[in-house]
């Protein structure tokens, strides 16, 4: 109690010389209430209750506020007038970088929440829709997280979306969207050759006299100018290229109302009339000569002479793992910021990003480990071979060291150091042999099954955050076998003291995946097949020779000390 505050209540005259509630505010003012008993949404309208669940991505008190708008609209009047308009504003602080995609999808679970309550009290209005889409995973791809990415984004903002999954023909393409009556085809591939594929298919669509459908094209494989200049100029009709779901969401805004003449691409302005679109040039025969075979002068690269001994001959199994141990391996600028998409929002720096990721991912990663603890479930298939170079191929021999098996033949860089795989390796002509490593790991289909599971339940926040969780767990674990090769073959001098290092390569030797740069053909993992029948650990090859489930990883291992990643150019 104040001195000068007396017992009895008599008190001294005093002059304020601040304003306390001021002062009380600035005390607070970087604190967020944390008190259940706060309501977020007193003194708000109806129509700002419901913006407010869905910006601020809060299902508390849904079915209530959605009882009271609808004493004065109409269902389909709250979704298109209210619901929506929330969306946009999600989308806008999306845009401008003020709001991370695992809250977007937080607030796409309120939307989907919202109209499942709101549909049963709606009769169908014909044209009520905002436009319609068909999307799909084009032929021999497995990748869906994208797509479904998409899916999410654009169903929760009006679109009826026709999602058809992976691997889909143009057969199935052109039929399911005829039959169901889409108006634009959204394709989707994470790999170069589905790039060609998506060339293939918009060459398809004009043999069939379907150029009349607009059709969205997204993938990490793709690039701005190959879909805007390359495939505008052998599509018959309208083709767009989408970096993310926001972007595919603006093109079907446009599609929809009939402007898509002035559309602007998002780093400079494109008019989409055929009239002023000019095609520069074409880069297609380079993309498709990214997946062949060059041959040309050899590099620099001296082998080994005395290359390690054979620790054994042939594959092995191991599927006895401690997963909190495999989880230390998990690299978290990999997954809170690759496959969460958690972005470092303007003007704050790299110390405070740090911090913000700690506060934010990191209670939802330690989640995720405890829960995921009985779901992913790690499994190797590893050996060793006899081997040796001739050129850009490397020879695989049986148990007898000179009966050839098989073998790989590799690209080879074009300029530079003219570097190919097979250089790390002794060349044939020696009469000596090398020696060779192969694993192929997985966390399992358990995985895949509960992403199918929450996505379906639109739990879109949690998809993500599995499925990003789950791949990077298999790589976790590609990265914690291949150091135990690297001690099986006797090279385990160069091991780095701190994770970071190690998910830099700072060891001796290098781990090569198929379909990367080095080693582009996946065509090769039928060969790694044959080597390590990984058949018994659950793993199969899709008909483009993609690894199922998506959940895993193979590699080739290359002893030398001077092997590190490299392009093909």
Request: glycine share 8%; proline share 5%; hydrophobic share 40%.
């Given at each position: ?171 199935t393409i052109v039929d399911k969207t005829l039959e169901s009556g889409c ?131 042939g594959a092995r199994r191991h599927q006895k793992f401690d997963i909190f ?101 002794l060349p044939s002509e020696t009469h000596a042999t090398d020696t060779v ?133």
């Amino acid at each position: 109690m104040p001195d000068s505050i007396q017992p009895n209540g008599d008190q001294p005259e005093m002059v304020c010389v601040y304003d306390p509630l001021i002062e009380l505010m600035a005390r607070f003012e970087n604190v967020k209430a944390s008190s259940s008993s706060t309501n977020p949404f007193e003194g708000l309208s109806v129509e700002d209750r419901l913006k407010k669940h869905i910006i601020d991505g809060i299902k508390k008190n849904l079915d209530e506020h959605l009882g009271d708008a609808l004493r004065s609209y109409t269902p389909l009047q709250i979704i298109n007038d209210i619901l929506l308009d929330g969306m946009k504003t999600v989308g806008e602080l999306f845009g401008s970088g003020k709001m991370q995609l695992p809250f977007v999808l937080q607030s796409a679970e309120v939307m989907k929440a919202a109209v499942k309550q709101l549909e049963p009290l709606m009769e169908k209005v014909e044209g009520s829709e905002k436009g319609s889409i068909l999307l799909a995973t084009v032929s021999g791809d497995v990748h869906d997280i994208g797509k479904n990415l998409v899916d999410i984004i654009l169903s929760n903002n009006g679109y009826r979306v026709v999602n058809i999954g992976i691997k889909q023909p143009i057969n199935t393409i052109v039929d399911k969207t005829l039959e169901s009556g889409c108006q634009v085809i959204g394709l989707s591939g994470l790999l170069v050759k589905s790039t060609l594929i998506m060339r293939d298919n918009l060459l398809e669509l004009n043999t069939r006299g379907l150029s009349g459908y607009p059709v969205i094209l997204g993938g990490a494989a793709l690039t701005r100018a190959y879909v805007e200049e390359d495939l505008r100029a052998i599509y018959d009709g309208r083709v767009f290229y989408a970096q993310d779901a926001f972007e595919g969401l603006r093109l079907m805004g446009k599609l929809s109302s009939g402007t898509t003449a002035t559309l602007e691409k998002s780093t400079l302005a494109l008019e989409l009339d055929e009239e002023t679109v000019r095609v520069k040039s074409h880069r297609t025969d380079e993309l498709e000569k990214a997946l062949y075979v060059f041959d040309g002068t050899k590099s620099d690269v001296v082998p080994v002479s005395n290359p390690p001994a054979l620790p054994f001959y042939g594959a092995r199994r191991h599927q006895k793992f401690d997963i909190f141990e495999l989880y230390k391996y998990i690299n978290p600028i990999a997954l809170f910021r690759g496959q969460w998409q958690f972005k470092r929002p303007e003007g704050m720096g790299n110390i405070e990003f740090t911090q913000w990721l700690e506060q934010s991912a990191g209670p939802i990663y330690d989640r995720l480990k405890r829960e995921l603890a009985s779901v992913l479930k790690p499994k190797v298939k590893w050996g060793y071979f006899p081997c040796s170079s001739s050129g850009n191929d490397l020879i695989i021999y049986r148990d007898d060291l000179k009966t050839e098996w098989l073998r790989f033949n590799f690209p080879r860089q074009r300029d530079g150091r003219r570097l190919c795989l097979a250089d790390f390796f002794l060349p044939s002509e020696t009469h000596a042999t090398d020696t060779v490593g192969f694993q192929i790991v997985t966390v399992g289909s358990d995985a895949t099954a509960l992403e199918k599971e929450l996505f379906a339940k639109g739990d879109f926040q949690d998809y993500l955050f599995v499925h990003g969780m789950s791949v990077e767990t298999a790589e976790a674990l590609a990265e914690y076998w291949h150091r135990q090769v690297r001690s099986e073959m006797g090279i385990a001098d160069q091991e780095p003291d701190e994770m970071r290092l190690l998910f830099s390569a700072k060891y001796h030797g290098a781990r090569y995946s198929f379909g990367y740069p080095a080693c582009p053909n996946l065509e090769d993992q039928a060969k790694l097949f044959e080597l390590l029948s990984p058949q018994d650990i659950g793993l199969e090859l899709s008909e483009e020779f993609m690894l199922i489930p998506e959940q895993s990883t193979s590699a080739i291992i290359v002893h030398h000390p001077d092997a590190k990643y490299f392009n093909i150019r």
